[in-house]
């Protein structure tokens, strides 16, 4: 029954220049917004199983060319290491792709705190210090940008009061 009430609801001309004036003009406006937000959720449904049936397509079509790029890609690689091995300066280099390799240094950390002692030890600066202000902290201590201890007032802090309405059809 709810979902003919719902439909109802929808199906009723938005009124223009329509004012809320009472208490039933303001129960029609939270049915139209809760029979908004309910055809918003099923379209949303909708597109999101679409989506899931569109992405498990591309993944299977997708994956019966992994192996073959894979064996490709193998023999290519096996043939570069060979040729490398003859030749320093070997390239690889065809107009439809080519095979590169480059040597790089990779750091593995494996006592993270013992590199720091050192670091300390030795008065490398390699160590990073992060400063922040604790915004919780600062409100708790300055009641409304003024130092409660001091009596003085923050300097680069301005405070707005503002007013926040929210609107929620249930």
């Known amino acids: 029954m709810e979902n003919t009430l719902l439909k109802q609801d929808l199906q009723e001309e938005r009124r223009e220049g329509f004012k809320i004036e009472n208490l039933e003009g303001a129960t029609w406006a939270f049915r139209k917004l809760r029979a ?9 449904a909708i597109a999101d199983e679409e989506k899931a049936r569109i992405d498990s397509w591309e993944q299977q079509e997708i ?18 290491v060979d040729e490398k091995a003859k030749d320093k300066k070997f390239k690889l280099s065809t107009p439809y792709g080519k ?4 040597k790089s240094k990779k750091w ?21 210090v992060k400063e922040e202000l604790n915004k919780t902290a600062l409100k708790k201590i300055c009641k409304d940008g003024v130092n409660t201890e001091t009596g003085e007032i923050l300097p680069g802090v301005r405070i707005e009061e503002t007013e926040t309405i929210t609107v929620k059809a249930e």
């Open 63 to 80: 994956k019966q060319y992994e192996a073959d790029k894979e064996y490709f890609e193998g023999l290519l690689s096996s043939y570069y």
């Open 108 to 128: 593995i950390y494996e006592d993270e705190e013992t590199l720091k002692s050192y670091i300390k030890e030795n008065e490398i600066e390699a160590i990073k």
């Open 99 to 102: 095979v590169n390799s480059r």
């Open 36 to 44: 908004i937000e309910n055809k918003k959720a099923e379209i949303k």
